[in-house]
């Protein structure tokens, strides 16, 4: 299926083909039916979402002209705002596990801020060819990230309720300028 990147050029849809989320204080918690990111209830769980896309079909050429992480997300118990972080989590992983959450190989990628009186559907854009093209050109084709709030990671559940975001996963896709 055909998208438009934001330069507004045909670029190609990419799919996850796996995304979970867990929560940092017991990976037990490990769910593919719900992202969250924060604490989805009044426990400090700190969880975190990761995502794997396989980029095998482009592994042939070895590097693609433009990638952008799109997301769609759904804040909630927001008191005055919080800053997320895009990681890639940069050992090559062909399955998601929940150790993935705790894994401390990552490398930040991007940030963004969400505002208590922002309405959802937050959409977010991230430039990710780079990272894209390092993977092919060294033969690897799995793309993974994760997502943290790292405001609630450092400041903890000090309201006692559920604070962070929702990714919405029918909206979660890679665009690719092939």
């Known amino acids: 299926m055909a998208v438009l990147l934001a330069a507004g050029v045909a670029a190609e849809e990419l799919k ?7 929560a940092c204080v017991c990976i ?13 209830n009044v426990l400090n769980r700190k969880d975190r979402t990761s995502i794997r896309f396989d980029l095998t079909k482009y592994l042939a050429k070895g590097r693609v002209a433009k990638a952008e992480l799109c ?6 118990g927001i008191y005055d705002e919080n800053t997320f972080v895009v990681e890639q989590l940069m050992r090559e992983r062909m399955q998601l596990k929940p150790t993935d ?9 991007a940030e963004f801020v969400l505002k208590a009186e922002d309405k959802p559907p937050c959409r977010q854009r991230f430039d990710v060819t780079e990272c894209v093209n390092k993977l092919l050109q060294t033969g690897h084709t799995q793309l993974v990230l994760r997502l943290r709030d790292t405001t609630v990671e450092e400041r903890g559940n000090k309201k006692n309720k559920a604070e962070g975001l929702a990714v919405i996963a029918n909206e ?3 665009e690719v300028l092939p």
């Open 16 to 22: 996850p083909a796996e995304a979970a989320s867990t």
């Open 28 to 40: 037990d918690w490990w769910t593919t039916k719900y992202l969250w990111v924060g604490n989805p």
């Open 71 to 76: 997301l769609a997300v759904h804040p909630f």
């Open 101 to 109: 959450t705790l894994s401390d190989d990552a490398e930040k990628r």
């Open 172 to 174: 979660l896709k890679l």
